[in-house]
């Protein structure tokens, strides 16, 4: 065995595992915790059955154990082993088992005691993949709950060692290998925003094969840049190994992009993120980084899991300047600013936060877990996303409420998402299985197949294709194809065609065309797609949706199977609905009540509908008067006065928010389809029962709704105006008041417009005696010629009022 950091914890490491059944482990890149822990394990007294070590990729499972195997001078498959979806090497010798972490998940949902593993390795838990942090969280309730001999060890280079310390229990301990200390030089290169990333990275590399010496390893974001980034260096240098890495490899490209070359020729490693941990590149010294990352992320809108390209995180740059000092010094170009770097977010987010939660949710359901907040998460599961995910298993049959059908367990059970396991299951019940399981396969693997939205297109070419990843593809499909069969009981009639297998697994991406071109569809969830007009698939009537990429608002189809509505209306029946809907005719401000035969947003049939539910109509109606507002009631004069006298008092039972929040109860029995029948009349009562005799008492006597002159007249308080509570009265009503009118509680003074007797604004006050002493005898002159009729006496304080004429007064006196 090498001579490795790692070594120098490993006594610490194994003494705390003798004592208690949990550790964390920190250790650097290129320590040696891979491949040295878990041998060191098997070695002990409390071991007797297997290791498993979690990778979280495919290639670095294969590697891992490859590299343990040559370590003890064994092949791999003897002591070490590993299981990957599309490749195995154990046997009954095997001791130590790397395994993907997906596997890991459906080995302990099968077996919840994990009969026969003595250890669980989670290596790379800084990574915080969905499967990872499920993986966790379901061996520690294993461990709790039935197997406390279980030892669980994360181990990471930069992962927060206190928290999941805390996560497995209070007397768990962190374990930290200070490692190797290689120089490591950083050159910063910057970015140019007008030149293509693959064009800077080509120059990049160039750079750095011409002043540095040693293997080069360059991080891209995704195939097609690989791909381009290649072909420029093939175009510069001739006779250079240029050798892609990312998980469509086949898996001896894999392994030739790990080692060293067999002649001796430096290499130029060209990667995805594949390549940040686990995998130690034999040979590599230089690292080209170009600073972005690919990684699915689920949009809840589009209801779609899609592919974005972001600048990697902060320690995403540091695993990957990492990879070229661990066998020796290293220099490693980033295609950013140093001044840049400290804005970058500090880690990737976890894939708990950011994923489709549908297959998190159904494992959980198949272990029984009704409150999934009790178990144990770095990060628990966001509520909303755990909803949605719910939803969408209960359209597909594989939970009744919270708890899994037996069509979810079926569904749990195979390898793959709920949306392709129900397309399997449907299709194998009815004949298709080979083809459903075909059809899952390729939208894992997008490689299969080459490119093209056809999905029919690229099943055919996979039928042919004789490579061995096309050949183990369809072993593996077939195997499938025989497992689902198993679980189904078979219906009667002919197989379903290709399409309505990929419509029935995923029903909400049915797509229907929405113009000629064939560029404009809309999903069966609501959202609309696009696609090239100059696809084949453009004429189609309607397309099931197996990938789309990009917005909520215009996701790119990348992969479909086109159908006819005959098609659709024969074998998707059992989705149509016969539902009743209402819809709002605004300039008639009425309800209309419809019958619909629709699949989702797709109406196949619409009618009138006689008997709407009442209901359902004062329902629709309150949603729509929230929407608009209250000014969609027919309310009448006294019940606006009301509603104002009310917002300025500051009654909360009578305030907008108040009675939108509440309008089922006080508006709702009122409500009509069409709105202009609804008496104001019994809109005011409803509003006067809101607010009771007390309150309309209490009301009244702190913000009345109208003002008594003197003279007896009435007039009604304006309590919109801007000045404040006023009233409009003539000026002869006032006569004999000697104080200013007041209102409430304490008293304030109520603006008063005063008018002539031809109802013409003579002046504003709110200092009435003021008025009288002052500005009065101005009034007079002006209005006594305009008005001989009637009263403009010197001192109006002392005067009765009236409204009479100067006679018509006089001649009541004297009776």
């Known amino acids: ?167 497995l229990g209070p007397d768990t301990p962190v374990i930290e290998s200070e490692g190797r200390a290689w120089p490591l030089t950083i050159r910063w290169l910057g970015a140019r925003a007008e030149a293509r990333i693959d064009e800077q990275m080509a120059s990049a590399i160039l750079t750095a094969w011409r002043e540095e010496e040693g293997d080069i390893l360059a991080f891209l974001p995704g195939v097609g840049e690989i791909s381009r980034v290649a072909e420029k260096l093939e175009e510069r240098l001739k006779n250079v190994p240029i050798l892609p890495l990312h998980g469509q490899c086949e898996p001896q490209d894999q392994r030739a992009a790990i080692r060293r070359d067999s002649d001796g020729r430096r290499r130029i490693v060209l990667a995805t993120s594949i390549a940040e941990t686990s995998l130690t590149l034999d040979g590599v010294s230089v690292v080209v980084d170009c600073g972005l990352s690919r990684r699915p992320e689920y949009d809840k809108a589009a209801g779609v899991t899609r592919l974005i390209t972001t600048r990697s995180s902060q320690a995403a740059a540091a695993q990957r300047a990492g990879r070229a000092a661990r066998q020796g010094p290293g220099v490693a170009y980033r295609l950013w600013e140093e001044a840049a770097h400290a804005g970058r977010p500090a880690f990737d987010p976890p894939e708990m936060l950011t994923s489709d939660l549908a297959p998190f949710t159904l494992a959980l359901a198949q272990w029984g877990a009704l409150d999934p907040g009790a178990m144990a998460w770095i990060d628990a599961p966001p509520a909303a996303a755990l909803s949605a995910a719910r939803a969408k298993l209960v359209s597909l049959g594989a939970l009744d409420g919270d708890r899994i059908t037996d069509h979810g367990r079926a569904m749990a059970s195979l390898p793959m998402g709920p949306e392709q396991a129900h397309m399997l299951l449907y299709g194998a019940a009815r004949g298709a299985g080979e083809t459903a399981a075909m059809l899952a396969f390729l939208l894992q693997e997008r490689a299969l197949g080459g490119r093209g939205e056809d999905l029919l297109t690229r099943l055919d070419r996979w039928r042919t294709d004789r490579s061995a990843k096309g050949d183990a593809a369809r072993q593996m499909a077939k195997q499938w194809a025989r497992r689902a069969e198993k679980l189904v009981t078979r219906f009667p009639g002919e197989a379903p065609p290709a399409g309505v297998l990929l419509a029935e697994g995923f029903p909400d991406n049915l797509a229907k065309r929405r113009d000629v071109s064939g560029e404009e569809w809309l999903a069966a969830g609501g959202r609309g797609l696009v696609l090239d007009g100059l696809s084949s698939l453009a004429r189609a009537e309607y397309l099931a949706v197996g990938e789309a990429q990009g917005s909520a608002k215009g996701a790119r189809i990348t992969g479909a199977i086109a159908l006819t509505e005959a098609e659709v209306l024969e074998h998707l029946a059992h989705r149509i609905e016969r539902r009743s809907t209402l819809r709002w005719v605004a300039d008639e401000r009425r309800v209309e009540a419809l019958l619909e035969r629709r699949l989702g947003a797709f109406v196949f049939m619409r009618g009138s509908d006689p008997k709407p539910d009442p209901a359902a109509i004062t329902a629709f109606l309150c949603e729509r008067i929230r929407a608009d507002g209250l000014g969609l009631l027919p309310l009448g004069r006294a019940s606006l006065a009301l509603l104002k006298r009310a917002r300025f008092a500051g009654v909360e039972a009578l305030s907008e928010d108040a009675l939108l929040a509440d309008l089922e109860d006080w508006a709702g029995p009122q409500l009509k389809r069409r709105l202009d029948t609804v008496e104001p009349g019994a809109l005011h009562q409803a509003l006067l029962d809101r607010l009771g005799w007390d309150g309309k008492q209490t009301l009244d006597r702190l913000v009345p709704g109208e003002f008594r002159s003197p003279a007896g007249s009435t007039h009604p308080i304006d309590y919109d105006d801007a000045g404040g509570p006023s009233v409009e009265v003539r000026v002869q009503a006032l006569f004999g008041l000697e104080r200013h009118p007041t209102f409430g509680n304490p008293p304030q003074p109520l603006r008063l417009l005063l008018t002539s007797p031809g109802g013409k604004p003579i002046q504003t006050t709110m200092d009435l005696p003021g008025f009288w002493r002052g500005s009065w005898r101005d009034v007079v002159k002006d209005m006594k010629g305009r008005y001989p009729k009637h009263r403009w006496p010197d001192e109006p304080w002392a005067e009765d009022p009236s409204l009479k004429t100067k006679n018509a007064f006089q001649a009541q006196r004297r009776t």
């Open 1 to 167: 065995m090498p001579d490795l950091p790692i070594h120098t914890v490993l006594p610490e490491l194994l003494k705390a595992l003798r004592d208690r059944p949990n550790a964390v482990l920190i250790a650097p890149p290129g320590a040696g915790k891979t491949t040295s822990v878990a041998p060191a394990l098997i070695r002990e007294p409390w071991c007797d059955g297997k290791v498993i070590l979690l990778s979280p990729r495919r290639v670095a499972a294969r590697a891992a154990a490859e590299r343990m195997a040559e370590m003890m001078g064994e092949r791999t498959g003897q002591t070490v082993g590993y299981l990957t979806r599309l490749d195995s090497k154990q046997s009954a010798a095997t001791r130590i088992l790397v395994v993907t972490e997906a596997i890991f998940v459906a080995t302990i949902l099968a077996d919840p005691e994990l009969g026969g593993i003595s250890a669980v390795l989670f290596d790379e838990a800084h990574e915080r993949n969905l499967d990872s942090d499920l993986g966790l969280a379901l061996a520690v309730e294993c461990q709790q709950v039935l197997r406390e001999d279980l030892r669980i060890i994360p181990m990471s280079a930069t992962i927060d060692g206190e928290r999941f310390a805390a996560l």
